[in-house]
């Protein structure tokens, strides 16, 4: 899957925005990011069905390009997560009108 064209991180309003190369644009806020960490260590706590408890208030400070995907840093100081460009669009709330 190709990465996006463009990628907004309005921390302020705690969304990732993603415009996809087929015009489609999804915004998908952090907390909901953070909750979606799919690092080994977050997989298996939601496995186990512990109860993932995302504060609203986490931001996403950072964001590093993997080539197939981006490594996404947050305020409560997580870093382990490599989110690929699928699964993020898997992740979206809601598709927004593009412009
Ligand atoms: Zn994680």
């Known amino acids: 899957m190709d990465a ?3 990628l907004r991180n309005a921390r302020s309003e705690g969304r990732l925005t993603l415009e996809w190369r087929d015009g489609e644009q999804q915004a998908i806020s952090h907390a909901r990011l953070r909750g ?4 080994s260590q977050c997989k298996a706590a939601r496995l186990r069905g512990a109860i ?3 504060d609203e208030a986490v ?3 950072a964001i590093h390009p993997q080539g197939y995907g981006v490594q996404l840093v947050f305020s409560d100081g997580h870093e382990r997560g490599i ?3 699928e699964y993020l669009r898997g992740l979206a709330e809601a598709p927004t009108v593009p412009g």
């Open 36 to 39: 979606a960490c799919p690092c």
């Open 52 to 54: 993932a408890l995302v």
């Open 59 to 61: 931001r996403l400070t």
């Open 83 to 85: 989110y690929p460009w």
């Open 4 to 6: 996006p064209a463009g």
